[in-house]
């Protein structure tokens, strides 16, 4: 009798153990499933103007030797530094145009949010490295491996009268065939127009944070 009172405390015990892991893992899927949801519900009509926003005096971004480009924080929004801040990267091309969009341009400028899940990036000097799940990008931004799911984004810039680097827009990017082809701004994780087939990008993973306007078309 006192064999089988431990044994029914033992099942019972694994009963409750059992119900509760079940609990567990449906609230676990139920946090996963909410974000899931909101990427496919969200509306592409909830977006905000991108702020120009001064990176510092062009003199502290020429002197990069080989690839090297120089990490530059910047907060687009003062009055609400914890939401706005985050970090380009600037490189210099060694080239005379200060046209952003010219096959000569002096700098191009990275964002350094990895377009997997959004982690920080880090410059190397083949290109750029995700530290959370090993996406690779080379010098051009273009992944070239792990789960990213297109290059970095790059940054609209214009040297202006006060002797500063300044980013103007943001855009998502593809690259194909050596040209640069710039798409409003999608959050990490989500593919570009084109990307999934038998299915719209554009509904199913809606462009989101800054107002754009047309496209532009690289040189």
């Known amino acids: 009798m006192i064999h089988l009172g431990k044994r029914r405390s033992t099942t019972t015990r694994r009963s409750?153990?059992?119900a509760a892991t079940v609990g567990v893992g449906a609230?676990?899927?139920?946090?996963?499933a909410v974000p899931v949801a909101g990427y496919a519900l969200a509306s592409a009509g909830t977006e905000a103007t991108f702020r120009p926003v001064a990176l510092g005096p062009v003199e502290g971004f020429t002197g990069e030797r080989r690839f090297a480009p120089t990490p530059a924080p910047y907060v687009e929004d003062p009055a609400q530094p914890l939401v706005s801040s985050g970090l380009a990267y600037v490189h210099h091309t060694g080239r005379p145009s200060g046209d952003w969009l010219a096959p000569d341009a002096k700098f191009v400028v990275f964002s350094n949010r990895c377009t997997h899940v959004g982690?920080?990036?880090?410059?190397?000097?083949?290109?750029?490295?995700?530290?959370c799940h090993g996406s690779q990008f080379d010098t051009q931004g273009a992944r070239t491996a792990g789960p990213a799911v297109r290059p970095l984004d790059r940054f609209a810039w214009e040297i202006r009268a006060d002797g500063?680097?300044?980013i103007t827009q943001r855009w998502s990017v593809l690259i194909a065939g050596g040209r640069i082809h710039y798409y409003p701004v999608k959050s990490p994780g989500q593919p570009l127009?084109?990307?999934?087939p038998l299915a719209s990008a554009d509904l199913l993973y809606p462009a989101e944070t800054y107002r754009h306007g047309q496209p532009p078309q690289a040189g």
Do not use: M, R
């Not at 127009?193 to 999934?196: A, D, F």
């Open 193 to 196: 127009t084109g990307q999934l």
């Open 27 to 32: 609230a676990v899927g139920g946090v996963i």
């Open 119 to 131: 982690c920080p990036a880090q410059a190397t000097p083949g290109g750029f490295s995700c530290p």
């Open 164 to 166: 500063n680097l300044w």
């Open 16 to 18: 409750l153990l059992g």
